[in-house]
């Protein structure tokens, strides 16, 4: 996909125990030609004048004290928050949304499981929201087939609050089938400016054309194509 | 100065850890166990007069998650 002659600049965020960060790269390298910037958790700054800004999945720090909350307080989270806060848009999957929601990013804390097993398998995701930079592209109520990997998905928070989330369309995906407790089946959540998702499913997990749907499908391309087409056109 | 933080979940939030401890406590033939939650003891070994007030922070910014924990702050010889 062509975009502007700076070229589209995301950054990919490494802490300890990032497990995906090289995935999430890949997955950014397709959809927009152009090589993602690796950075390390312990920087103070991000490189300037970025259009993205992605926290991938794994285990930062061993996941200790809460999943994403040692992450959450590193160097480099401090210019992520500066970041999001001038409207810099960020996206968080599975240990990237826990880290979002321990820095306050995003509202509401992920959970250990309900079912208290790690999920690890492609589930369907019913798109919610087809305003945000990130769904613009999709089909509100279409199926998207993207895999989780996680023990501590269970999003919560308390009612007021996902009456809020829903109430302002800042639910993006939810699971077709829930599969982790979530409450209201919540998969993904937005800022309430839109410029800052975090998700449970990994879109950089399906990234391949369908000829290799066992590698995971496509459907998550569509989500990185989708912020391209709207950096392109804003 | 020593200083125990305990950690809990809400009344309210589902523990799924606490409800799957639990069912082991009832496999194990423990009968009478109306419920379990799990938590967290954080222990600190802190500077004498170290004030509550910076307990508290360090509690609200990184101990406890305030969206789904409470936490109480026990100090060597009282509260």
């Not at chain 1, 960020?90 to 826990?98: E, H, I, R, S």
């Not at chain 1, 369908?210 to 087409?229: Q, T």
């Amino acid at each position: 996909m062509a975009f502007p002659a700076n070229g589209f600049r995301a950054a990919v965020i490494t802490f300890p125990g990032s497990n995906c960060d090289r995935d999430m790269a890949v997955a950014l390298e397709a959809a927009s030609g152009q090589s993602a910037i690796r950075v390390w958790h312990g920087d103070a700054d991000l490189p300037e004048r970025l259009d993205l800004v992605a926290l991938p999945g794994g285990f930062s720090y061993g996941d200790y004290l809460r999943s994403g909350a040692m992450a959450a307080m590193s160097p480099i989270m401090r210019a992520v928050v500066a970041a999001a806060e001038r409207g810099v848009p960020v996206l968080g999957v599975c240990n990237g949304f826990q880290v979002l929601t321990e820095a306050r990013l995003l509202p509401g804390a992920l959970m250990r499981n309900a079912g208290q097993r790690f999920i690890c398998r492609t589930v369907p995701l019913t798109v919610e929201n087809t305003d945000s930079l990130f769904t613009r592209g999709f089909a509100r109520g279409e199926t998207l087939r993207i895999p989780v990997a996680h023990h501590d998905g269970n999003y919560y928070a308390d009612a007021d609050t996902l009456d809020r989330l829903e109430g302002e369309g800042r639910v993006a995906f939810r699971y077709a089938e829930n599969c982790n407790g979530s409450a209201r089946d919540i998969a993904g959540v937005l800022s309430a400016n839109g410029r800052v998702l975090g998700m449970m499913p990994h879109p950089e997990r399906a990234i391949e054309p369908a000829a290799v749907a066992s590698l995971g499908g496509a459907d998550g391309r569509r989500l990185f194509e989708n912020i391209l087409s709207a950096l392109a056109s804003a | 100065m020593k200083v125990r933080v305990l950690i809990r979940l809400k009344p309210g939030v589902l523990d799924p850890q606490g409800r799957a401890v639990h069912h082991a406590l009832e496999g194990l033939g423990f009968a009478g166990v109306a419920d379990v939650r799990v938590g967290r003891l954080i222990e600190l070994e802190v500077a004498d007069g170290t004030d509550h007030a910076a307990l508290t922070e360090m509690c609200e910014k990184l101990l406890a998650n305030t969206v789904i924990e409470n936490f109480t702050i026990e100090t060597e010889g009282g509260k």
